[in-house]
Structures are given as C-alpha cells and as structure tokens.
C-alpha cells in the first residue's frame, strides 16, 4: 500500500481548489430550491420515468424558469468565499485532505450514475424521442426550429438513440465501483461534452444539465490524469493507486453496501421496469386519447367555404385550409399559409403537458378534440399562444376516403370544408416494416 503522504494535498492552493470543489459540487447538486421538492412529492408511478428524469436534471435557478450561467457564476462565488474560510481555518492533515477527496469522488460517482441511468433507460427503451407524428412527416423541413430538427433527427433513427443509452447505462454501471470509475470518465466526457455542444449549437434549453455531467466527472478525473500521462504519453511503468478510506474507522461503514442496494433498486430495477412498461403501453409525449376510428391520414382540402363564400386554392391565400392530418390520437393539425407562434416545450418527458406535438413547430395549427356528440366535434388549440381559438364542428363520413365538415369558429365564422384523403406511403414506416435492402437501399 502507497504511504499517505503520497496523497498529501499540502500546498495551500490545492487545499482550495479541493475545498471549491466540494462547495461548489455541492451547491449545484444538494436542491435549494422548492419547486424540486414540489417535484419530488408529485412524483407518479405513471409518469415515474418522466419525473425521475426531471429530478435528475434539476438546477439551482435564481434568475428564471431554468438554470443559466448566471446561477452557476452566482454559485462559484459563493463557493469561493466559503472555500477561503475553511481552507485558512482547517488544520494540514494530509490524511484529511485524502479522506476528503475520497468521499468528493464516492459523492460525484453516484450522482453521475443517477443521472446516465435514468437517461439511458429512457433512451434504451426508446421513450427519450418519440416516433414521428404524420402532421411532423407532413411539415417542411424548414418549419421546424433548430432544437426541433436535432430531436426529429434522433427520432427517426430509434437504432441509434438505443446505442446512446446503452453507452450511458454502461458508464452507470462502471460508475457503481471505485475501480471501474475512471474507465466510466473517459467514456462520459467526450459523450457529454458533446452533448453538451450539440446543446448550445441547436439551443437546447437544458445545456447545462450536460454540462453539469461533465464538472461531475473532474474530480475522479484529476485523482488518475497523473497516472494515465505517465502511462500513455510517457509510457513509462505505472501503479494504480491504491490508497483507500479505512471503513472499519466508520460506525455503521457496512452501511454503505445497503445504500448502494437502494439505489441499484430505484434507479435500474424500477426505474427500468417502469421505462419498459412505458415503451410497451403508452407515449409520455402525445395525448392518451384516442382518436376517431380508422380516420388518422392526410387530407387535401377540395372545398373551403367561409361565410357562404368559396375560396378557391391558392398558395398564398392566407386564410385557406391547405391540408388537414389527423393522427391515431384525438389531434387533428391544419396547414395554413401563414406565420405560426411557436412555443418552447415545458420539460423533457413532461408526460402531464404533453405539448412536444406542438412545440417548435411552425406551418401547422393544432387541435385538440373531444366528441360531443355522433357526429359533433369540439376543437380547441392547446398552443398558449392561440388561447380562445377553437372550433364546433359537424364532422360527416359519406365514405372511407372523404369527410365533409361544418361549423363555426371562434370568430363566429362559418365553415364548410370538403376534405379527401390521400393514400400517401411514408418511406421511414416503409423502412421499418421492410427494411432497407427490400426497398432497394444500399449503405
């Protein structure tokens, strides 16, 4: 075993950094906020995969909804202030200094690993990004802001999103041991460092959270850099070190085996079994309601009547209906020839909300719908920005291909519509059934 004076953190800088590093570790990890405790006592079985994943990702935020550099600056000068106190007033001990870096790497290891296993689990079972809607296969690229795209792209490749969250449950599970955790390290910070960047790069509003993983992984990063310099770049002979926490010293120190137990139990088994189930019987992302039977498609719209007045097609009429989509759920989406308000989605996996159809989303108005009757429908716009809009509907099937509706909307207008369905074949559903070398598709 090395001597402890090998672990020695004597000069009095690096006695800071390591006391700076713990405050300010601490700070952004232990919640101080109480929306998160609100967070935590809502906490649901349906929706545990989404609330767990929230509760993961939470941040110290002072300044808004969401945590910025702001907080963080905010934070590390509170950090660097308590640091200064207790490096001038703690007494040099290397054996102290080593015991405190210690317990920073053991606290860092299953915060990490409480983070990448929710995420990969949401991920490996295909619950992070939600298969494509018919109204987003029916909407220009264009439409969609930047985030948006970055997050349809991992849609439409599901392999892909699994690979990542088996990466990520991987370096949980290297995490869970001292010995395996630096190996955890390497794989984490080019993973999230890039996550993190595709974050800024496509404004993702949760870029600190990636940004978060990688300060976590610093401090067990730091204890070996010396060792894999040695051994890489100068590939000279190199020890492991094996210095370690006398647990026999700790009253109750068997005690760590059962909370490593517990969080086993809550963050892999339960939080995958319910991830599974969630993969297998329903969407976090859009509405439980079913829709009306054998109606999901697109429309073209044959006849647009307002106030008794035909409007002939046009493709700069703003006022128009240029298609309608109905999907398997009660959402039907209209394409008009004019500017959408669009809306940042509340949270990742927000499955009370579920406003990811209509977020970030321009070219298309969403509707809601509810039966009131046979042959009556209430249509609203959950969008915040179009509040009053909705519309009452007669909604008539003379056959399987057409649907004639008539109505009024919020305005008082009336409205007769004649829509036609198209039998419209989408390549990725085609992919997905067939394959790529049936359909004549090469890598």
Known sequence: MTTIQT???????????????????????????????????????????????????????FFGDISRFSDWFLLLAVAALVASFWTAK????????ATLFYFLRIFVRFRLAALLSVAGLTKLFAIFAPALSLSHLNTPYGYFEDWKQLYLSLSAAPAYVVFLGVVELLASFLLLFRRTSFLAVLIIIPFYGNVF????????RYYLASAFAVLLTLPIFFYDAQRLVRLVIHFD????????????????????????????????????FKSYEVSTTSSLYYPEQAGLPDIAGKYIVDEFVVNGDTIPFSPTDKQRWRDVVFEQWNTLSVRINKPIKTVSPTKFLEGQHRDYEYTQVGGRLYYQYTTASKNTILLKNPNPAYRGDSLQLQLLRPDST??????????G????????????????????????DRLGFKL
Request: glycine share 6%; no cysteine.
């Open 7 to 61: 672990l020695s953190i004597t000069p009095f800088w690096k006695r800071y950094v390591l006391r700076l590093s713990i405050v300010f570790i601490l700070l952004l990890s232990v919640p101080l906020q109480a929306d998160f405790y609100r967070q935590l006592v809502g906490i649901s079985w349906q929706y545990l995969p989404s609330d767990l994943f929230n509760l993961v990702i939470f941040l110290p935020h």
């Open 90 to 97: 703690d007494r040099i001990d290397p054996e102290r200094e």
């Open 197 to 204: 960047l595709a974050d800024l790069a496509y404004g993702g």
């Open 237 to 272: 002979y190199t020890f492991p070190q094996r210095w370690r926490f006398d647990w026999s010293k700790v009253h109750l120190g068997y005690s760590r085996w059962i909370f490593k137990i517990l969080f086993v139990l809550v963050f892999i088994v339960i939080a995958g």
């Open 402 to 411: 057409h649907i004639r509706l008539y109505g009024t909307n919020s305005s």
């Open 413 to 436: 207008d009336t409205l007769s519509i004649a829509l036609q369905k198209l039998n419209k074949k989408y390549l990725l559903y085609q992919v997905g059934k067939r394959g790529r």
